[in-house]
């Protein structure tokens, strides 16, 4: 019977899901979700369209024969029904809308190559061409708008091979509508959920300001207070610019995620814009702002979603945002730019869910001097056209902001800064004298030796060899009584949040503290020590790290001394780093700019980018072009926005009985939920591959659950893994 096509199996109140109940509800959803940028007709009718093929006799057969095994759709053999094919097949020969069939085709397996568009209509049209053809038949029947024409909802500039990365971020876009809208329908049906709507964000500025004014009351007051003001106001005043991108240059300390937040709420209320993305580089920023924002915005408009955080544990009134994580659905969401991006250019459908949710919003994305050079082709070319098409803007915030504009992607677009003048702020809030000890070279011992005379001082090196190297001969070197603490990512997630505590309140408190820490605490970390020593790096890391000197404008001027360690692990500094340290030696010294010197980094970042032709060679160069011809798998599998050399190690840190329960968890024959991974977090240390290897090699360590190793030899209560490198290339941070 007709009336009878299924789209999904009983629910709970044994109830199966009709297909055109689920066709025209996956439409409508859609529809509202691609009509923020435009093309909610044409979204509308691929979720019309997109599961077609159940209903061919076969498919509809192999569920009730799943239904009642609890098994898969499978035919009386046991083969997989492909019903993707029917829906895409109408896309491409009905509607008329050329290679937005792909997203039909890849709703569950994820967005394809162009190339597949011609294998499927071959098969559409041969050998599996009297199923498809059934299938359209029998659903047209239930749902005739199947076989309308929708080839002139396409919109213009999407056809065009002018630009070609605009019309891939399109179907990038349409592709997150639709699949979003199965998911939710889906789960409507089998779940019976319905998600609370958040607040707009035009209704949350006074909670905000009234927030602030609290935040400012607070203790500990600092003497720069007066110019984060000022800062705040001008990014405020800012806010009523049209959508665009937003540079936001300011130097550390100036309150870039108060000024920042103040900017979004209020460009969003004054545009209509629908939610605030924060997406910052590293954890342990994450974390740090949430905190912030949740205090601004309210806790219950935040959603924190990164591995670091456990959505299952939240309370009953704030479980919406477990839900939300799945496809952004909350007003404020602070994530890390790694999911932000890796999402950005998956194909995956779990992932992409949520990238419609970057329409009609404000992205703020922190830190942006860490985004990797050799990235920057693609993710600036996403970063225009989501504020030229699809009504994002974007603020791009950092101490040391890259010159962006500069580059041949960005070509004629125009920044809206958020600050009209910048210098006099870099001037008024330099708190810090460098020093320089590069000629002579002094070695790692003669460092330490100088740190031990402190009582309150960080040092900050480039690779976790040198870091443990330096805390050993610091150990030796220091009074008894003044701790020696360490930081990395050899030390378990916890470990290291407990070590920042510790060291916040020693400064809090004025009592003696000496840190050895990797590059990990420089990029937004809130430290305030009066002394700084950072072995050489690009300037935008020196600068980094003199931001965690005189933070707080405490003293007449911090010292940040940046010393180039004659026995430092050079392949490995070189192997972070690259060609930027030959730039900045060009720029920077003691008989050159400091790093605090807006105008030496801008052409420092110029020549750095003319040295590496980035824009016409290497990965994001290549990567473009994959986007240019619309290889979804090349582009996902090429881009990668971290080092992808390391692996997690579970450690033995930390509560011992809450780790054994979660391993169990881990490597149960079912399989694991993702919220045991989040929940692991606290106990995972990482190691470079070749050194994961290695250790299980020599029975250090225990593969679990693929690339995750169990660690089964000692662990420094300070350090954390030592496991020493031959090769001297050990550089994880």
């Not at 950072?534 to 790290?545: C, V």
């Not at 110029?606 to 980035?614: E, H, I, S």
Request: net charge negative; hydrophobic share 45%; glycine share 8%.
């Amino acid at each position: 019977m007709i009336d009878g096509l299924w789209a999904h199996s009983v629910n709970p109140s044994e109830q199966r899901h009709g297909l055109e109940d689920h066709l025209r509800g996956t439409a409508a959803l859609a529809t509202r979700f691609a009509s923020v940028f435009g093309v909610g007709e044409l979204a509308g009718y691929l979720g019309l369209v997109h599961d077609v093929g159940k209903g061919a006799c076969c498919w509809q057969e192999g569920l009730l024969r799943a239904e009642a095994s609890g098994g898969r759709v499978v035919d009386a053999g046991g083969r997989s029904i492909d019903h993707k094919e029917a829906g895409a097949w109408l896309a491409a020969r009905k509607g008329r809308v050329g290679l937005f069939a792909l997203l039909v085709l890849g709703h569950h397996g994820g967005l394809a190559a162009r190339r597949a568009i011609k294998d499927m209509l071959a098969s559409a049209e041969g050998d599996a061409a009297d199923r498809v053809q059934e299938a359209v038949q029998r659903v047209a029947e239930l749902v005739p708008e199947i076989l309308a024409d929708h080839g002139a909802a396409v919109p213009g500039w999407a056809r065009s091979a002018d630009d070609p990365y605009a019309a891939e971020l399109l179907l990038r876009m349409a592709f997150s509508a639709l699949v979003d809208a199965d998911f939710l329908d889906t789960e409507s049906h089998f779940k019976g959920v319905r998600r609370p709507s958040g607040p707009s964000l035009s209704s949350m500025v006074q909670v905000f300001e009234g927030a602030r004014e609290d935040y400012l009351r607070s203790p500990g007051v600092s003497p720069i207070d007066a110019v984060r003001t000022e800062i705040y106001e001008q990014a405020v005043a800012a806010a009523d610019q049209p959508i665009g991108v937003f540079p936001f240059p300011a130097p550390t300390g100036a309150g870039k995620t108060i000024a920042s937040g103040g900017f979004a709420v209020h460009h969003a209320a004054r545009h209509g814009l629908r939610r605030v993305i924060f997406a910052v580089p590293f954890l342990s920023i994450t974390e740090q702002n949430a905190r912030v924002y949740g205090r601004l915005f309210g806790p219950k408009n935040v959603l924190e979603h990164h591995s670091g955080v456990d959505l299952h544990d939240l309370p009953v009134d704030r479980r919406w945002q477990r839900l939300a994580a799945e496809n952004w659905d909350a007003p404020v969401v602070v994530t890390t730019t790694v999911r932000l991006f890796e999402s950005l250019f998956s194909r995956r459908p779990s992932a992409m869910r949520r990238l419609h949710r970057l329409a009609g919003a404000v992205v703020v994305l922190d830190e942006v001097q860490s985004l990797p050079d050799a990235m920057l082709p693609p993710i600036l070319s996403a970063l225009r056209h989501l504020t030229e098409r699809f009504g994002t803007s974007v603020v791009l915030a950092s101490a040391t902001q890259p010159e962006f504009f500069s580059l041949e992607v960005f070509k004629g677009l125009r920044p809206r800064p958020l600050l009209a003048e910048p210098k006099p702020y870099y001037r008024r809030l330099r708190r810090v004298r460098y020093e320089w000890r590069c000629d002579p070279k002094p070695t790692l011992q003669a460092i330490a030796l100088e740190v031990a005379g402190q009582e309150q001082a960080l040092t900050i090196v480039n690779t976790t060899k040198d870091a443990g190297t330096v805390h050993r001969h610091l150990e030796e070197a220091a009074h008894g009584d003044v701790p020696v603490m360490h930081l990395s990512t050899r030390m378990a997630g916890g470990h290291r949040r407990a070590v920042l505590m510790d060291v916040r309140q020693r400064l809090e408190r004025g009592l003696p503290v000496l840190v050895v820490s990797t590059q990990l605490v420089e990029a937004g970390v809130d430290l305030d020590f009066p002394m700084v020593f950072r072995a050489f790096a690009p300037a935008e890391a020196l600068q980094q790290a003199a931001g965690r000197a005189n933070r707080n404008g405490r003293l007449e001027h911090g010292r940040v001394v940046v010393f180039d360690p004659a026995d430092g692990s050079v392949t490995g500094t070189r192997l972070v780093y690259g060609a930027a340290l030959d730039s900045t030696r060009a720029f920077f010294g003691p008989d050159r700019a400091d790093p605090d010197d807006v105008d030496a980094l801008s052409a420092y970042y110029q020549a750095r980018y003319a040295v590496k032709d980035l824009e016409r060679a290497g990965p994001g160069a290549e990567i473009q072009r994959y986007r240019a011809d619309f290889d979804f798998p090349e582009v996902a599998a090429r881009f990668k926005l971290i080092d992808e050399q390391t692996v997690a190690v579970l450690v033995p840190y930390g509560d011992s009985g809450e780790r054994e329960h979660l391993r169990s968890l881990l490597i149960s024959p079912a399989g694991a939920d993702p919220w045991v991974f989040r929940k692991l977090q606290p106990y995972l240390a990482t190691l470079p591959r070749r050194l994961a290897a290695r250790a299980v090699g020599d029975g250090l360590a225990t593969p679990l659950l693929g690339d995750l190793i169990e660690w089964d030899g000692e662990y420094h209560q300070v350090r954390g893994l030592e496991l020493a490198d031959p090769s001297g290339e050990d550089f994880v941070w």
